[in-house]
């Protein structure tokens, strides 16, 4: 299954569920949410933390948070 760590500069993806039922509610109310977008912006220096855009907002996340959620990537010829 693939999750938000696996995803390329610029790829996006469809939250799909959680691997770790305890996100933080924070996260969940700038809309990390199964059926929500998302897209990896950039990518710092040593790796972690990783710069989404989750529906519109842009925030930073760590990778250990990235791989506790579940997505469907999207491929570049496939319309969301």
């Known amino acids: ?4 760590a696996d995803l390329r500069l610029g790829q ?13 509610v924070k996260l ?12 990896l912006l ?5 790796n972690d933390p990783i710069y989404i855009n989750l529906s519109g907002s842009h925030l930073a996340i760590r990778r250990s ?4 959620i579940e997505l469907d ?6 319309v969301p």
């Open 1 to 4: 299954m693939a999750t938000v």
């Open 12 to 24: 996006k993806g469809i939250i799909k569920d959680f691997t770790e039922h305890k996100l933080p």
């Open 28 to 39: 969940m109310e700038l809309g990390c949410l199964p059926g929500n977008s998302v897209e």
């Open 42 to 46: 950039q990518v710092a220096p040593l």
């Open 65 to 68: 948070l990235a791989k506790c």
């Open 73 to 78: 990537i999207i491929e570049e010829n496939q």
